[in-house]
């Protein structure tokens, strides 16, 4: 079964994020994939061949992390995005933010202040399914960083390809856009 991409375009004109950026954001991750489906099939052709023990076999597993997780944290990043930024305060969100960081604007500057940090990557605040407690991650690749047991909730893309097209350098500017176009309900749906 392959996977196919998800048309994203209903994102196209959203306040922050030029069609140009959006675009090629698409065909990024329109990349990834197709590179998953070929991993697979070729995993599988491996397995079928009885080539497991080979170091391609190894390679090609470790590589189905990066492509997988790439085209599975676009998807949830792109599912986040088409709202208002305007999260309910009598949601479940808004209260478990609320629990865990003492307020909305807490929980804000520590996702943005992770956002801002050096280097590329995510940012994702995750729940914890056992405690249910959530925290604001750095997830410096897209295999790298996941913390184990925890649900992703809301998802920001912080590789170049997400801003520079629009905002050059200045990442704070497209965190802000970012913010502004956040679809809690979506995020609302994630929470276990």
């Not at 599988?44 to 391609?56: C, I, Q, R, V, Y």
């Amino acid at each position: 079964m392959a996977y196919e991409a998800k048309d994203y375009s209903n994102l196209l004109g959203i306040e922050g994020f030029s069609e140009t950026l959006l675009k090629n954001h698409f065909t990024l991750y329109q990349g990834y994939v197709n590179n998953t489906n070929k991993l697979l099939d070729t995993l599988d052709a491996m397995l079928k061949d009885g080539k497991t023990g080979n170091p391609e076999f190894g390679e090609l597993k470790r590589r189905l992390g990066w492509e997988w997780n790439g085209m599975r944290l676009h998807e949830l990043y792109f599912e986040n995005l088409g709202g208002d930024g305007i999260l309910p305060q009598d949601s479940k969100l808004a209260k478990l933010i609320n629990e865990n960081f003492g307020s909305f604007d807490n929980w804000m500057k520590d996702f943005r202040g992770t956002g801002t940090m050096r280097g590329i990557g995510w940012v994702g605040l995750y729940q914890d399914v056992f405690s249910g407690r959530i925290f604001n991650f750095w997830i410096n690749e897209h295999d790298v960083g996941h913390p184990a047991g925890c649900n992703p909730l809301l998802i920001m893309d912080v590789f170049e390809h997400a801003f520079m097209i629009d905002y050059g350098l200045k990442r704070a500017d497209y965190i802000e856009a970012f913010f502004k176009n956040i679809n809690w309900q979506e995020v609302e749906k994630r929470i276990k």
